[in-house]
Structure formats: structure tokens, C-alpha cells
């Protein structure tokens, strides 16, 4: 398989392509046949008539070949995704009279909407031309391609004697070097990413095309998120997690309904007094039968049923509802961190909603601490996103940069925002009281903090021994499993009565010994 695309077979195959469309020779036959006469008289005339004669009626019977007209890309020129499942049911019966096997591949192009965003539609097209080119290439001519999506192809491998899944995943591996190459556009190289799924046809669990082909996309949206540039190979254990966040994704709405998505609260405790200083909210899924559903598990599930607006909207509600109920109980907690996506700090109505909601509740606005990921500091091009943090910031509220320390946010993007506090990522606090090399980076974070003049927390405290070194060390806030697990509502106000009791009083003092 080459690893990199000859561009004068490039260009030779995007003629044949084009020439096998009927209009192209049709459109163009008059102008070759009067350059013909005018070059060598009748003769050219004749000579030029009769080969484009020729060449429409070969064209015609070339083109039909099969009853049906194949339907084509217009952009790649490859076939779509009803062809696809046409001739991967045609290579399947054969499989199964001649004891020859397939497999089938489903590659996307990573990061598809940025780079439209990036770079925009015409020049995506170009890139998704130049791939679907490379795949072309790599593969036999008896092989089917497809494009089955704006930033995928499908393929189905002829009927070989054997693949297994080593061999399989070989392909897989040197398809994506190839595909991987740079792209020459407009005089400059454009570096994009694949991930593929591959299925065996030994392991699907449907002997169809569809069977197959679906199997191939589980398998690539495992890889989607371990990506980008990630390969996986379907397992039944795969089908099985798929039937269960589809599952989940059928029941979200519901879920919301039903009050079973909502927000738990995990406090912050400050180093110097021991008073709680704030409450993280958390989101949390109670299933009637599964129990608690774990994040990671559900936030995907909402983010495909189109679900993640409406679970914002709850997090700020019942997060501002909390604190309020907090302060008519005499509860003191100064405030409430929400965590909020990139896509929500890209809302033009973000700042008017938030400054709606903290007057609703009768809050003031440094109550509230927006969460922003340190990945989206580290990325956030759009000046919309930075204009919404900066506005929150003017407006009062407290910007918090969640997970600090793994989302190589530069110093210069730390100067861009407003940012109040670093949250330094539990990789950092884990074991930090024994390990020499944890000191040391925990060191550097808080001279650059202080250099800044930013406060920090330390999440992921888990032990008496990370509370004390943190403390030593000069962090001024500790969140974790070693002060407080996360807690529903209802928890929330008795813990801080009792926590704060335990801080006021007074220490033993042990008398003399008879």
C-alpha cells in the first residue's frame, strides 16, 4: 500500500473520473470537433465525428453495466452509501458459497467542523477529495468505496482468502499513514487526522451488509473518543456498551423529566481557616434500575440526543437554587462553581442569562464561579468565547481554570482571561506527600500562581498527608474525597453545620500525667 499519493496519478484518475461522467464528453464534443476541422479540414471533421461516436456508445454500454445507475459523490466521485450496501451484500453471498472472507472499514476525518471553520467549505472539499484519492489508490479496483458522510468513507474488502484481525488492522494502520500525509493547499500544507473502526466479517454479529458496515461505525465511534487518530477493532463487549448509551440516549429526556439528572455538590474547604470557602456542582444521573450512572457514561449519551443545553440550564438553576437555600437556612457558603463547555461560552446570550438567573435567586454575581476547562484557555480562537468570559468577569462572577496542568495552557493564554483561580488537576495532588517529583511540580505551579496573582485549589485530595503538604505548601483551597465525597441537596446543609462545628472547636490539651 503507498504511503504517499503520486501526484500525476492523482490527476490522471480525477480525468478518468470526470470522463466517465456523460455530460463532460457531450458538452465538450462540438468544440473538439470543430478544432479538428479547423486544424485539418474534412478529414479532421470526419475523423473527430466518428471517435466521439465511438467513444458515447462505449461510454453508454460501459455505463450499462448494471440496470441501475450508480449514484456518485459529486465532489469525490465515489460512489455513496446505497451503492455501498449493495455491493457489500453482493461480496457477502460470495463469501459465503466460496469460503472467502471481508471486512469492512468506516474512516472519518477528524475534527470536521473546525476545519470547515478553519479553512472553510470549498478548501474541506479539497482536503476530502485529496483522502478519498488516497484511499483510492491504496485499495483494489475491486474493492468498494463510499462516501457515506460529510467527513467519512466507507469500505468493503473483496473477498480474500483470509483476513484476520491483525492483518485487518494492518491495512487499517497503513491506510491512515497515507491518508495522513500533508495536503498541499494554496501553496501550504494542511495536516489533518483520520481514525478508523475496522470489522472482520468473522466477528460481526449480523452476516449483512448492514450488519457489517454498522458494526465498522461502533467500532469508529470507540476510536472517536480514544482520538483523534485512533484505530479500533469491533468486539461483541463493544456492541454491547452501544446498545447501552443508545439506550441511555432514548431515555434522557425522560430522565430529565423525571428529575433523575440533577446536580450534586462536592465543598471546597478553605487551607487557612478550615471553613468551607465554596461547593463544586456536579451532575449526577439516579437510573431507577442502573442506579448512579457514572458521568463519563451519561454526558456523551446527552451531548448525542442534543441534551447538553438543557442539562446547562438545570446545572445553573439548582446550583444558584442551593446557595440560595444555603443562605435562608443560615448556612454560610460563599459560593457555587458551575462548570461550562466551550460551546456555552460561545452563546451570544450567555452573560444576559446568567445575569437573569443570579437575579432571580437575589445573588450577587461574585457568588458564582464559572469552570472553564483548561483545554478551551489553551484553544479558544473565537473572540465571541473570550468576549463572554471577560463580561462574566466585568459582571462580578469568579473564573475558576478547571484541571489545570493538563491542557498545556501557555502563560500568554492565562493573560488573555481574566482568569481568578488555578484548580490544579488531581495528577498533581495524588500522592503528592510521598513522591519528591509531585512536590516539585506542585512547587512550580504555585510560584507561577503567585507570580500571576491568582488563587488556587487543589482538587483530588484524598489522604491526611496531601491535606497537610498542600496546606504547607502554600495552596489556598482543597477539594476532594479526603474532605467530602459529592453529596445530593438535602446532605448538603448538615455537613457544612457540622464541619463548621468541628473547625470552631476549641484543640485538646492533653493535662499532666500523674
Not at 1 to 17: C, E, F, G, Y
Not at 346 to 360: A, M
Not at 443 to 450: K, N, V, W
Request: charged letters at 25%; aromatic letters at 6%; proline letters at 4%.
Amino acid at each position: 500500500m503507498s504511503q504517499r499519493l503520486p501526484q500525476h496519478v492523482a490527476i490522471a484518475r480525477r480525468i478518468v473520473r470526470h470522463l466517465r461522467q456523460p455530460f463532460l464528453p457531450m458538452a465538450i464534443a462540438p468544440l473538439l470537433i470543430w478544432s479538428a476541422y479547423y486544424t485539418w479540414g474534412e478529414i479532421g471533421l470526419i475523423a473527430s465525428a466518428a471517435a466521439t461516436s465511438v467513444y458515447l456508445i462505449g461510454l453508454s454500454i460501459w455505463s450499462s453495466r448494471n440496470n441501475e445507475p450508480r449514484s456518485r459523490d459529486i465532489i469525490t466521485g465515489l460512489e455513496l452509501r446505497e451503492e455501498l450496501v449493495k455491493r457489500t451484500e453482493e461480496t457477502l453471498s460470495y463469501c459465503s458459497v466460496s469460503g472467502r472472507t471481508s471486512a469492512a472499514f468506516v474512516i472519518e476525518i477528524d475534527g470536521h467542523d473546525e476545519l470547515v471553520a478553519r479553512y472553510g467549505q470549498s478548501t474541506y472539499d479539497r482536503i476530502f477529495e485529496t483522502i478519498a484519492d488516497r484511499i483510492m489508490i491504496c485499495m483494489r479496483a475491486d474493492d468498494a468505496v463510499a462516501r457515506i458522510g460529510d467527513s467519512r468513507v466507507g469500505i468493503t474488502i473483496h473477498p480474500i482468502k483470509r483476513i484476520d484481525l491483525e492483518l485487518a488492522l494492518q491495512i487499517a494502520a497503513r491506510l491512515q499513514a497515507t491518508l495522513e500525509e500533508p495536503i498541499a493547499i494554496n501553496a501550504s500544507s494542511v495536516y489533518v487526522t483520520v481514525s478508523i473502526g475496522v470489522c472482520i466479517l468473522s466477528r460481526a454479529r449480523t452476516q449483512n451488509a448492514e450488519g457489517l458496515l454498522d458494526a465498522a461505525s461502533i467500532a469508529l465511534q470507540e476510536a472517536r473518543r480514544t482520538g483523534p487518530s485512533a484505530i479500533r477493532a469491533f468486539s461483541a463487549e463493544m456492541k454491547r456498551v452501544e446498545i447501552a448509551r443508545q439506550a441511555l440516549i432514548d431515555e434522557a429526556q425522560a430522565a430529565f423529566d423525571r428529575g433523575e439528572i440533577c446536580a450534586w455538590f462536592q465543598p471546597q474547604v478553605s487551607t487557612d481557616t478550615g471553613h468551607v470557602s465554596g461547593i463544586e456542582a456536579l451532575a449526577r444521573w439516579i437510573h431507577p434500575q442502573r442506579g448512579m450512572i457514572s458521568p463519563a457514561e451519561f454526558l456523551p449519551a446527552l451531548e448525542q440526543a442534543g441534551l447538553m443545553d438543557q442539562l446547562n440550564e438545570t446545572m445553573l438553576k439548582k446550583s444558584l437554587e442551593t446557595l440560595r437555600s444555603l443562605d435562608l437556612q443560615g448556612t454560610n457558603v460563599p459560593l457555587v462553581g458551575v462548570n461550562f463547555s466551550a460551546e456555552e461560552l460561545r452563546n451570544p446570550k450567555l452573560v444576559d442569562n446568567i445575569n437573569w438567573q443570579l437575579d432571580r435567586f437575589d445573588l450577587s454575581p461574585e457568588r458564582l464561579a464559572i469552570e472553564i476547562l483548561e483545554t478551551v484557555v489553551a484553544g479558544a480562537p473565537d473572540d465571541i468565547l473570550v468576549r463572554n468570559i471577560g463580561e462574566l468577569s466585568k459582571l462580578g462572577c469568579h473564573i475558576d481554570l478547571d484541571d489545570f496542568g493538563t491542557g498545556h495552557a501557555s502563560i500568554t493564554s492565562l493573560r488573555r482571561f481574566p482568569i481568578d483561580r488555578l484548580k490544579i488537576d488531581r495528577s498533581f495532588v495524588t500522592k503528592c506527600d510521598s513522591d519528591p517529583e509531585q512536590q516539585r511540580m506542585l512547587t512550580a505551579i504555585l510560584t507561577m500562581a503567585d507570580r500571576l496573582s491568582l488563587d488556587t485549589l487543589a482538587e483530588g485530595l484524598e489522604t491526611v498527608g496531601e491535606h497537610a503538604l498542600i496546606s504547607q505548601l502554600g495552596v489556598g483551597h482543597v477539594q476532594g474525597f479526603g474532605i467530602a465525597r459529592p453529596m445530593p441537596r438535602e446532605a448538603l446543609n448538615e455537613w457544612v453545620k457540622t464541619h463548621h462545628a468541628k473547625v470552631a472547636l476549641p484543640p485538646a490539651i492533653s493535662g499532666p500525667t500523674a
